[in-house]
Structures are given as structure tokens and as C-alpha cells.
């Protein structure tokens, strides 16, 4: 028995192993049948929403021509009309306005905040998985004191520590991550350690960290990235709940979970001021989980 | 299977000694104190020589080293000591406080297993295609849902527009229900996920089409192949889930007015109430380690090849074959040949 | 015979729809269908279950008898923390302290004018106020059957005049020089002070005095606070009779109940069998709870839902607080503020006008005094605090703030005029107001920074000036003390206005006037010292009155005759239930 063969385990993805991670898709194999034609709609919706999402980043501007840090007389409050789209908000503030602007800071900090948790945690996991005896014992206990201690004291303590800020928010959001994606890819790497071809690495002279790199990393990384998509829209929604107690992005700066929770007082006056922005936060998630999957069809 | 019982229990109670370090290391990095936030309000309008000298009755003027000795010596003997906010006993804010966290976590638990069972059959068997397909971004929807949004949401039908529970003094059961529902839908979103992949790519294996060739029925195959794989990762998840609940809870029972850990959690933090925060952590920390350890423990239950895990690396670096040790060492004989048997299927 | 809801005993003043309110528009035609298709049909059917009706409140408003019988379901935001008399300022606390408690007088809170009580007459003072002398009514018991005797008030007093640290009970900040009492016989005990006190005799009429049984003395924190409360034994119209920590305190009816204030038209028994103070932090909640009448009533409907309360056809009451209007004190200890040609520019460049019809109603009228209208001590200064950006950029250019960074800030030799602000948490719309400070000071060149953090650390923060340089806040006190109580370096010390230990004064001025106020032994004398430090304060710029701040409350329409005590804390012994 080969490594090249059959063998992957069961969660590790149809993938190759040596082809890479999932995510990592060639071009689309041509010949689609039509039962692929209304995904390939969905995809593209999915494309557009995030292109315009990462334009409004971009250049905020072209999108809003109303200022997103001062309404000047602007009634506050304001239902959502041709003028002003998504309403405004608790002291006149134009909404859209602050969504668009509040763009770059949001990805940012989702990008920051799923980057720490999926690099450190996936490292840690992956080790502890591998080595197995007192690394992997030593390893997980540190992860499970993190995962003990309430989040929203770890998270408050490294805002406070890091300073205030949008980046720093992230920051701690990411580290209080990085506990439940060690534990997931550390159940993948076990049971990736047990497969056949990784033994048969082994066998035919690979050492260590190559076995891990080129067979046990790719496979394990499959679920760990399908986490990490959620991970994305739960990562704004605790950015929010920092902003909610006064620890998120400092005013008047716009961000999308401080736009969230500052209108969490006026659910049922004012919807659209928590309604609209989560919509647009539901978007982006749902397009990247979307895209996601249609990129690991495709590099099938 | 002793052995590493206690041996697990050692690392055990390590993790809760270091979890109520870092804690208390956690709440020193703080700035200001329970003493200060709450003798300092204005709403007291005390001078800063009278908070002075009552910082002082409390020994919050103590260096760290000292109040953490006190504290720590207090938990091992028993004594949680007192809110710092309120004056109240820890342990009787704990007391009442626990129980209706617990009915909430379990209640809540099982309501978001089921669901995320429902959204990931529908996500893979669903038909037609398009609703497999609105199923398959379910958890993402789920998941990017305010919880303190959802909540709200469910309270203003349920409760204010149609009348089904009252928010005002409800019953045991009838408390249970909408903020079941609330934790449920977040919680389920990363559940969901983790079994529609699993079952896709178990899907996917040659052995599944085998197995399916040979005329065993998709609820045959649902059950003894798919199900079994997807438990693996799936387990893992609802372990790591636990500590989601006790972060969940803390929007759900403010929301739903619940006196519970979560909203305890939150309004210590917001006190810098350090003997109700450190109780938490404990407590936290029991709960989370009971239900990995069970979670570890049921690994082997659910896939067989795990049953001689934690040698493997180590076999596989002195380049042994696997699976002459596996069925030649392994604890137990019936569950190296099962996997056996699993394998020559799939080949 | 107790009071009809317009008779002039109602002390309520009926809030007035909010006209800005009622004319926002409220279509919502315009979704942006891109993304709403996007988002599902789940929020989509939310959103319209959210605005579809819950049946509006359609009780005859008034008409009917008072009648015993009843419990009140009332919402509180936050629970309560400790039943100790002197920390009843916290809004929880005190809903429940005033309501379980006599006092030795009773203040009117319309005209602010004492009365006996517990006490049968004012007390006796002598001429340097530093001796009251109180005589008691008899018959009076608590809960428990002891006896509300002279002994037991001074008990009372000894205990809340200097606290207990080992106990962790505060003193309460409203007794001040308390050097002792004397019992003299069973109805008579003399109080007295090391310093004039002539704010003693409103001292004893605030909930921060309830009265409470010789046993609840004995207890220290933790019997004060929850968990416990069912040990708290006092003599008012209802007692503690159940608690849940953390969601529920329910309180029952004294059936024995015979010593309401004389003054009262309403005597005997309260006529609701008692009132269950419900907890839900979820603002949406609460009001929605009162809104679909599963609660009978709220503390605290914020501005923007004052119109959609009154559609559904409910009450509101905003009750002034009579105190120290919601404002900003500038710190003048702090180098950036020490120079009065900056604190005038500040001064004019708040828009109080956009403040107040921006984010609230016609319930929070804009402050024309240091001290809100119905305060004791009250002096109307019309044209103090002009907006006048104008004006503020010439005073800044003045004042040598000349150059300006890229985002346009001013600095003067490169250091940058930034400022930073607390949030007060207790107060309304905190937030948004400073949000709008802000923005109009950033209109003219000032960085304003609103501090980060929740409650605790906002209090931590305000403590230090290093990192709050202008405070807002208010406080509430129906006597001319509330000004000592804001701004004296014996209390909160608004301005942080000395240094312990470089002895350096921020407005030294300041402090020997509010000395002065507590000190005077005559009525006259401290009324005068109140006017010369409102005056010393608008001359100085010192403070900025932003609007006279209400508590506002819903209530269903049966529940009839709610009043409050002066500060705006609910009295329920004259409420009633209509069928």
C-alpha cells in the first residue's frame, strides 16, 4: 500500500494529500452539468457581495456622499428612506454612511481576529495531535485553562492590557479562539495520525515535521477552515458585544459590531439600526461560507 | 484505563489550580477594584478619605501576593467568601444562581444536537437541490445572528405579540422554553457545520459506494457509516461547546431576566467583583473539565482506531507498521479488528 | 380620602406627547432588496412580527374608588445591591428602601417643604444648628413587634452618621459633623453635631434615613444584601416578604399599617397588597413586557420611546429630580482648563438645543440653571451658556490655541487642546449626548474623547485627572446641600478641585462658598451662598448645565396615583389598582 492511494481518512476530505488545503482550488473543470447551475447563481451573488463589500472598504467615498461621523441637524432615529438609506441613527448619524465606512475596520478586525485564533490554535493542535504524550497533555491542559476562564473576562483583560482599539479588540477575540480551534484540529491530527499513508510516510523515510506539513496539515485543515468561516461573523458579533460595554472601537469612529450594539436600546423603536447592519454582517458571512464552498467544489 | 483515569484527574485539578491563577492574575491586571467601583459611585457620594479607609477594612489595599493567598486558602477550605458589590455570600449567590444555568445548559445543549442533526440531514439528503442548498448556509446564518437580536426577537412573538409564555414570574418549565430556543440556534451553527462536512466527505469515500453496491439502505449506511465518522470531529465540537454555553448564557439570561452564571459573570465583571468572578472560574472550570474528559473518553467509543491512541506518534516514529501494532498491543482485541474489518471494506 | 389623579395632590405632572417624535416618519418602504434577499426570509418575518400590534391599553383612565387589593408588577433595570439606607442613591436600591421605611419627617415633593412623621413636630433646633431635638409619635412598631422608640432612632442616626468599616456599611453622605445622640425619654432624642448642620432636619425626611428595626441594625454587608433581604425589618407600609437573588424582591402590604405622614390624605394601610420588583436588564423587554401588559410598570422609558408608549395608550410620569441639572464640570485643576478663556470657548460651543431635540423629548427641558427649576436654591440664568461657535473659535484663537493639526484639531506650541469626557452610566443617553459634545466641539478645533469602558471603569477613571478632564454628571437632592454634595471636596469633589498632596487648588473660590452653604445656620444665609455659587460658576465657566434630567416612568392605565418622592424615587403606599 502506497501513500498516493485511497487511503484518506474519513474526515480528511476527498482532497489528495499532497494537493494542498482545500481552499487551495485550481480552475474549474469544464463540462458543468446543470445540476450545478443554481449554485453557480448563488456563487455569484455571493462574488458580488463580497466584491462590494471590499470596494466599500476600499473606497468608501464613491458609495456615501453623507458623513459618517457627524449628522449635523439630522433628525435622529430616522426610519430608513430614498435619502437616507438605512435611517439614521441614535443622534442623526446616516447609517448606510457608517456601514460603508465601517467596512475596512470590520473585515480588518474579522480577518485579525479569525487569523489568530486559526493560525495559533491549528498550531497548537496540530502538535499536541501529533506528538501525542506529555506535549499533547501539557498543551491541551494550557488550552483548557483558556477555555475556562469566561471569555468575557479574558477578552476585557486583554483590551485593557492591549489598549482600546478596533485591532486590539480583534486581537483578544482571536485569543479567546484560539482554545476551540487546538481542540478541533487536534481531534483531526489524531485521527489523521492513524491513517495508513501517514504511517506509510513514516515507512519510507519522512521525517516529522515533512509527514506533518505535507500529509497531516493539508487534511487537517479541512474542518478547521470550515469552522474558521463561521468564526468570521461570530468574531464581529463579540467585537459587538465588547462595543455594547463601552470596550470596542472608541467613538465616533464607525465599526459594524459597535453600530450593532449601539442600537441594541431601540430593537423595537428602531429596527433597522441593529436589523440592517446584521443583514449586511449575515451577507458577507453567508457569501464567504458560499464561496468557500464553491471553491472546494471546484478544486475537486 | 485506572491509570489514566487518575492521571486525568491530576491534570485535572492542575487546570483548576492554574485556570483560578490566571484568573486572579487577570482580575490584578484590572485596573481599580470591587472595593473602589462600588464605594467610589456617585451614587454614594462618599470622599475619596471615606473610600479610603473602607478599602482598607476589605485589605484591597493589600499587595496581590497576599489577597491571593487569602483567597486561594479561602476556596480550599470552603469559603468563597463574600460579593464585594453586594455584601452577599458567593456561595449563595452560586447556589441560586447554578441551578437554573445548568437546566438552561443542558436543555439548551440537546435543543441544539437535534437541530443541527435536522439542518445537516436536510443540508445533505434534502430535496429538492435548492433546499439542501439553503440548509447547507444555515449554520453561517445562524451563527452571525445577535444572539441579544434573536432573543429579543422570539420574546417580542412569542411572549409579547401571541401570549404563549409570560416574561412576568413564569413557571419552571415555561422559563425554559424561549431561552432554550435562543441558545439553541447559535449554539447548533458550528454543530451543523462540522456534520454536513463530515457527512460529505464520508459521503464521498470509495467504501460508502461499496457498502451502498453491496444493497445496504441510505438509513443503513446513515447510521453505521456516516453518522459513526461524523461523530468524531462532531464530539469534539459539543465538548468545546460548553464553554459557547456559558458565553451564550450571558446574553441569554440578561435578555430573558434569568438569574443565572452568565448574568452573574457579567455583572461581576462589570463590578470587578474578584470572589464572585474567581467562584465562576471554578466553577467554569469543573464543568469544562468533567465534560472534556468524558468527551476524551468517549473518543475510543465512537471510533475504535483511537482505542491505542496516544502511542501511535511515537510507534510511527521508531517506523513501526500501525497496524501490526495496533492489532498485536491494542487494549482491545474486538475494536483493532473492527477497524480490521472497516479497512478491507473500504479497499 | 385619597387623591384623584388631577387633584392638586396628585404630584404628578402628566407627560405631554413628544411633538418631535410623533412626526418621524415611520415608513419603511425602502429596504434595500439586494441584501434583504440576502438575509432570509427569518428576519424579513421577524421584522414584520415585530411591527405588527400588540392591543392597545384601553382602561378608562380615571373614575372608580381606591381599593385595597392587588400586586403591582414593576420593572426595575438593574437589581438591587443592598437594603442599607445611606446607598439607597442607587436607583434600585432606593425603589425599594423608600417604599419598606418611615422617616422622621416627610418632605413634599412639589413644594420641598418638611413635615412631621415618624416625628410629631420639626424638631427643635438651637441657634447654631449643631443640637435637633426630635419628639416622637407613639405606637409606632415594626414588622416585628419592637417598638419605633426614641432609643431605636438613635440607634438609626449613630449608626448612618458615622458608618462602620468593619462592617462595610458606609456613613451616609447627607449626615455630616454628626458628633452624637441622646435619648432623653422614650419619645425624645436629641442629635447633635461638631458643626452647624442645618441640613439635618431634610437629612432625616430622605430615604437614605429609613428607619429600621434594632435587629436589621445588627447586620452587617452581607445581611444587606441579597440573599438576605428578608432579614431587613422596618416599620413602612410594606416589608420584604419573598426573594428571588437577582430576578425578584416581592414586598407585602402592612395590614397594621396606622403612621403615614399627616400630611398625607391617604392614612392607614397601603391599598396594594404588595409589589413585586422584577428584574430584566434588556431595555426592549422591559418596555415590551409593560407594552403587551405583562408588567403594570417601568423605571426608566428612554426619550425615543416616549411617543410609542403613549400611542399603546399607556401613562407616562417623568418626575423632576429636583437636584443638580444633568451637566458638565470642568476641571480646572487640569493645565488645559485652567485658563477660563478656554472653558468660556467650550461653554459656546455646546449646541444645548441640538442636545435636547435631538435625543430627547419635551420632558427633559434644556437647563436654565446651574440647578434644575423645582431645587431648592434654584436661580434662572436665561442667558448663560449661548451657543455661539463664533464667539468660541475668537476666545480659542485668544486663548493661543492658533495652529491646527491635519484632522484640524487645535494645538498651541504643538501640544493638542484634547479633552476627555466620562460617560455616566446612571444617566440618560450618557452616550449620545457626549457624542454630540463631541461633534460640536470638534467643530471648533477641540479633540473631545469620550473615555472607554463600563461602569466600573468609568467611576475608576473619573477619579483620576489624568484621565477625565471634563465630568458629566448630576445629583439629586431636594435641599441646598446637593450642591456641597457635587462639588465639595468632601463628597463626589466634581471638579477634583484639590491636590492632597501639593495642597494646589483647582477653584479654591468654590470651596469656601459650598462651605459656607453647609455651614451657615440660617435659611437665609445658605440661600445667599447658593445664589453667589451659581453666579461664581457661570462667571467662570466652570459648569454647563445641559437639561433638567426626569425619571420617567410607564404605567398601565389601572394603576392610578403613582407618586414619587422628591428626588423621583416611586412611592406606592397611595397606589391603587382600578378594575
Redesign the interface.
Known sequence: MSASTAHTPPSAGTAAPASGTPAHGGARPAGLGTRLRLPRITTLIAAVVLGVTILWALVPGLFTGHNPIDGGETASLLAPSAEHWFGTDQIGRDVYSRVVHGASRSLLAALIAVAVGLVVGSAIGLIAGSRGGWVSDVLMRIVDVLLSIPALLLTLTIVIVLGFGTVNAAIAVGIAAIAQFARLARAQTVTIMQADYVQAAYGSGGTYWSVLFRHVLPNAVSAVLALAVLQIGSAILQISTLGFLGYGTPAPAPEWGLIIAEGRNFVATAWWLTVLPGLIVMAVVVSTHRLGTALREAAQ | MAVYLAGRLGQALLVLFLAYTAASMLLMILPGDGVLARYANPALGLSGEQVEAIRQSYGADAPWYVQYWQSLSGFLTGDLGYSVNSGAAVSTLVASALPSTALLAVSGFAAAVVLAVAVAVLASYGKPRWLASAFDSAPSLFISVPVFWLGIVIIQVLSFQLGWVTMVSPGPLESLILPTLTLAIPLSAPLAQILIRAIAEVRAQPFVHVTRAKGAGEAWMLVHSVIRNAMLPALTIAGLLFGELVAGAVVTETVFGRAGIGALTAQAVANRDNPVLLAVVVIATVGFVLVNLLVDLLYPVVDPRLRHRGRVGAAARRRLGARAQASGTGPSRTGADRADQEEEIRA | MPSHPHSPHALLRQAPLAG?AAE?????????TR??L???G??LG??L????C?PDDTAPLSGGRPAPGGVL?YFEPQ?W??LYP??A???PNGGIVNNITDRLLFQDPQTLELHPWIAEALPEANADATEFTFRLRTGVTHSDGTPLDAENVARNFDLYGR?D??R?L??S?QITNYAGSEVLDERTVVFRFDAPAPGFPQATATMNAGLVANSTLEL?????????ATRIVTSGPFTVAEE?????LSVRVREDYDWAPPHLEHQGRAFLDGI?Y????????R???L??G??DGVRGV?A??EA?VEEKGLRLYAQPTNGINNGLSFRSRHPLLADVTVRRALTHAIDRD?IV???FTDNYPKATGVLAQGAAGYVAAPRAWAFDPDRANALLDEAGWTERTESGHRTRDGEPLTLRVN??H?QP?S??V???V??DF??VGVHL??N?????????D??ELDRVQVYH?M?ARADYDVLA?QWS?????AFLNHDEETGEWGDERTQEILDRITGSASAEDRAAAAAELQEHFIDQALVVPLFEEPQVFGFRRRVRDFSTEPVGRPAFYSVWLAD
Open positions: 418631535a418621524r416618519p415611520r415608513s419603511a418602504a425602502h429596504l434595500p441584501r434583504a440576502l438575509g432570509g427569518l428576519s421577524a421584522l412580527a415585530l411591527a405588527a400588540t408588577r437589581t445591591t443592598t445611606p446607598s442613591g442607587f436607583y458608618g468599616n468593619a462595610a458606609p456613613v453622605e452587617d454587608a452581607e445581611g444587606f444584601g441579597p440573599g438576605s428571588e437573588v437577582g430576578t425578584r413585586d422584577l428584574v430584566n436588564g434588556e431595555y426592549s423587554v418596555i415590551g413586557a407594552v403587551s405583562q408588567a428612554e425615543p420611546d410609542r441640538r431635540a435631538k435625543l460617560i455616566a446612571p443617553r452616550r449620545e457626549m457624542s454630540l463631541q461633534e470638534a467643530r474623547t469620550i472607554e469602558g463600563d461602569y466600573a471603569q468609568q467611576t475608576i473619573s477619579l454628571s445629583v454634595s471636596v468632601a463628597n463626589r469633589d
